[in-house]
């Protein structure tokens, strides 16, 4: 546990003070930490258990600079002590739906799994299939912004990047799709308090 978070924070303590954060104090981030956020952000709930999405954690100054330049140049990339680049490999999932059955089923939720897999995605092409598997993602990307909070860690979300440039720095395959980049490291500033909708202005009770 860190300087920051002496315990790990409530999840509502996570939200509440989770905000985006764009400068980082400049240390390496503690490999725990890292492990713990991602292994707690692993965690998410996927339709079929699909489980699509998949990290890419930059350390290594020369590649994030090479992610801020294909980021537009936004200095956060660069300035984090980390970026965690999360992202969908619908293929992937789907060649290996197997391994997403929970071992209790035995070898008949293994066939089950590809059973449900090659039916419901078999016939669609592969940008229809990437995109549902972008959704799964994404729901990764929200757990793991409050889990690195919630060790006392700050990110910010970032869809701003060439996805091509990406691809080409992390050398990923063209059907990957990015749920977001996300610089993370300690705040050095205090960011933005949060400025929202109400309840009332999105919400519609029946
Ligand atoms: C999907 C997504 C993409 C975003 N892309 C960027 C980005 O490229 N650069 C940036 O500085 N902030 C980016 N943001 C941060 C938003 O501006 C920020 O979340 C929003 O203004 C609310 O502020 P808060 O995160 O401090 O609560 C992004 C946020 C989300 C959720």
């Known amino acids: 546990m860190t300087a920051t ?9 996570a939200i509440e003070t989770r905000r985006s954060i764009r400068k980082f104090v400049q240390e390496p981030m503690n490999a725990d930490d890292l492990q713990e956020i991602l292994r707690l952000a692993s965690l998410a709930p996927s339709a079929w258990n699909a489980q699509t999405w998949r990290f890419a954690v930059v350390q290594d100054p020369a590649i994030k600079a090479e992610l801020q330049a294909a980021s537009y140049g936004q200095p956060q990339v660069g300035g984090a002590p980390a970026v965690i680049v999360v992202y969908s490999d619908m293929e992937d999932t789907l060649k290996t739906a197997e391994d997403t059955a929970h071992p209790g089923m035995g070898e008949e939720g293994r066939a089950g ?7 419901a995605f078999g016939g669609q092409d592969v940008a229809q299939r990437g995109q549902w598997g972008l959704s799964q993602a994404n729901i990764a990307f929200g757990f793991l912004m409050l889990a690195a909070r919630g060790l006392g860690y700050d990110t910010v979300p970032m869809l701003g990047f060439q996805a091509d440039k990406v691809r080409e720095v992390l050398n990923l395959p063209e059907h990957v799709q990015f749920a977001g980049l996300l610089p993370i490291g300690k705040r050095a500033e205090d960011g933005h308090t949060h400025y929202r909708h109400s309840v009332e202005r999105v919400t519609t009770f029946y």
């Open 5 to 13: 978070a002496t315990r790990p924070l409530s999840i509502t303590e």
């Open 113 to 119: 799994q590809r059973k449900t897999f090659d039916g």
